[in-house]
């Protein structure tokens, strides 16, 4: 299994992007095509994607159907900037969180203001995922590892300092953007047995 620590190691580009059937062909302009081999796992604005003919200059990357329905992927055009990460190895330090790069959803910035020496941005989740995020816990919004600094119903607001908005493309994030949402897969995780739980006691006291 491959993970990510949603801390954000090149800014590249989308060079081109052709739909193949229900899915999509990337090619990836980064000098992170380097130190990829072919079948190794890349996240792509949190989205983890095998590269494919990967060069100095880059890589190519396949999105399946699921991939572009469930991900802003779909919705790339040539010369878009993308947060790009390598799946982490197991020497390195884990500086963010724990990350899948299996993308939850889509979100939305609700809006952009200036806060100190950065950024607040507030985000609007989808309903079925705000049992998972918790204020102070770990989200994952277009790859990047953030922590959550208050959360109203359905809307997530994190805190983003210069490095974070000059090294990722929260820097040109405005209202209507569209973000990939992965929630804290430990979270996934309890709610899921604890939900499992309870329902076999329901059934126990039937």
């Not at 949603?6 to 193949?20: F, H, K, M, P, Y």
């Not at 309903?127 to 816990?137: T, Y």
Request: aromatic share 2%; proline share 4%; with cysteine.
């Amino acid at each position: 299994m491959n993970v990510f620590t949603g801390l954000i190691q090149d800014l590249g580009s989308v060079a081109s992007i052709d739909r193949i059937g229900g899915g999509a062909r990337l090619v990836i302009r980064t000098p992170l095509g380097a130190q990829l081999a072919p079948g190794d796992s890349i996240a792509v604005n949190g989205v983890c994607l095998t590269a494919i003919d990967p060069t100095a200059d880059g890589f190519a990357a396949d999105a399946i159907p699921q991939t572009l329905d469930n991900s802003t992927t779909g919705a790339l055009a040539p010369d878009a900037p993308v947060n790009l990460e390598l799946a982490m190895r197991a020497e390195d330090r884990l500086g963010g969180h724990l990350v899948q790069g299996h993308v939850d959803s889509v979100g939305t910035v609700a809006w952009v203001r200036d806060e100190d020496l950065g950024k607040r941005v507030a985000i609007d989740v989808p309903e079925h995922l705000k049992d998972f995020i918790v204020d102070r816990g770990s989200i994952t919004l277009n790859g990047v590892s953030l922590t959550v600094a208050a959360i109203n119903g359905v809307r997530v607001e994190v805190a983003l300092i210069p490095e974070t908005l000059e090294r990722t493309t929260f820097g040109t994030a405005e209202p209507g953007s569209r973000i990939n949402v992965e929630v804290d897969a430990m979270a996934k995780q309890i709610a899921t047995l604890v939900e499992r739980y309870l329902e076999r006691r329901t059934e126990a006291t039937a």
